[in-house]
């Protein structure tokens, strides 16, 4: 039975997983309403709720898992990327409890996890897949060989997938967090009504830039508000535009670095994949490309523990342990495997 414990960002979760696959529990707190205020996530403030959450969360997740402390065989940690302070209280947790009930650590990478998750929704995926992490801090297109062997095939070389849709809703005087306002928000509007260029789409890479759409939105938007004003329609139109240009990349990327690598399975994880045109675009194209798409449940596409559970098992499984000392880092490494 694995204890896993996730504190990147704003949300404190706990897990409990049985056999790297089975979710006993997986309770998530999200501090997201005391950031709405700030149009972001601010750094002290998660870590302070983390500290007020992290009990209570441990508490739930062993309830309803309906087992106990003593059940506990191995303690796995989310140890990067993500906010410094944040990271520090999931740690300092799992070494206490540890180094308490003298059971092994193993660190885990958030990124990583993401992509794993996929083997909690699907019975039948194995090793090698693809995954496309999605997420407010993170665009990576992961060639996932094993738990521990992860090669990076692209990345953004500026925002994040998420961060771009939290700025453009920012721009068009939307709430934070800004993806679900302009996945609403575009619904049954026309997406062609605005274009907006694809960055990098007709290069070879498998690189992603986003912030050159978010700033085709400013000027956009800048103008519109100086003619005839930016009406409700307006925005949902810009909104839909915005969205088209970035599913389609995503998509067209993923598909892409699918068939040169000959892969025929992908996993895609983070925040942003509860995205509805990007799973709708997904799923038309992996149809006519003949791939097979795994979008874990939205629960396991967000931020939570349970993700972290099941690989810090197939680690631990794998002979990676760790000692007290084990650091929080704050970027992705590349270098692994
Ligand atoms: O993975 P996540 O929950 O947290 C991390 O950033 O690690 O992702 C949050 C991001 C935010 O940028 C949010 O705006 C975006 O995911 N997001 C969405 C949608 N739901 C959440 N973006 C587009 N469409 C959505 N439906
Ligand atoms: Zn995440």
Avoid: W
Avoid at 2 to 12: A, K, N, P, V, W
Avoid at 295 to 301: S, V
């Amino acid at each position: 039975m694995t204890l896993g414990i996730e504190t990147s960002c704003d949300e404190t979760s706990f897990s409990v997983v049985k056999d790297g696959r089975v979710i006993l529990s997986n309770v998530v707190f999200s501090s997201v309403k005391e950031h709405k205020a700030f149009g972001g996530v601010v750094p002290e403030i998660a870590s302070r709720s983390h500290l007020e959450a992290v009990l209570s969360c441990l508490d739930d997740s062993l309830k309803k898992a309906k087992v106990s402390l003593k059940d506990i065989d191995l303690i796995a940690v989310t140890q990067g990327p993500g906010l410094m302070g944040s990271l520090l209280v999931g740690l300092a947790a799992a070494k206490t409890l540890a180094l308490a009930l003298e059971k092994p650590l193993v660190g885990v990478d958030h990124v990583i996890a993401h992509a794993y998750a996929g083997f909690l929704s699907d019975r039948t995926l194995s090793f090698p897949y693809l995954s496309l992490v999605i997420s407010g801090g993170h665009t990576m297109i992961l060639k996932m060989e094993g738990p521990s062997r992860v090669k990076v095939l692209g990345t953004t070389v500026d925002d994040a997938a998420g961060e771009a849709f939290d700025k453009v809703a920012k721009i068009l005087g939307l709430g934070y967090p800004g993806g679900p306002e302009i996945d609403r928000l575009s619904r049954d509007e026309d997406p062609n009504r605005f274009f907006f260029t694809r960055p990098f789409l007709s290069n070879d890479s498998l690189n992603f830039s986003f912030s050159g759409i978010k700033t085709a939105v400013f000027y956009k938007v800048d103008k519109l508000k100086a003619g005839r004003g930016l009406g409700l329609k307006l925005k949902k139109q810009i909104a839909a535009g915005f969205q088209e240009a970035v599913c389609d990349v995503l998509v067209k990327k993923t598909i892409r670095a699918a068939h040169a690598e000959a892969l025929k399975k992908v996993v895609v994880g983070g925040g942003v994949s509860a995205n509805r045109r990007l799973r709708q675009k997904f799923g038309v194209a992996a149809r006519k490309e003949g791939i097979g798409m795994i979008f874990p449940d939205i629960a396991l596409c967000q931020d939570n523990a349970a993700m972290i559970a099941a690989l810090g098992t197939a680690l631990y499984r794998e002979g990676k342990a760790d000692t007290l000392d084990l650091a929080s880092y704050p970027d992705f490494q590349k270098v692994r495997a």
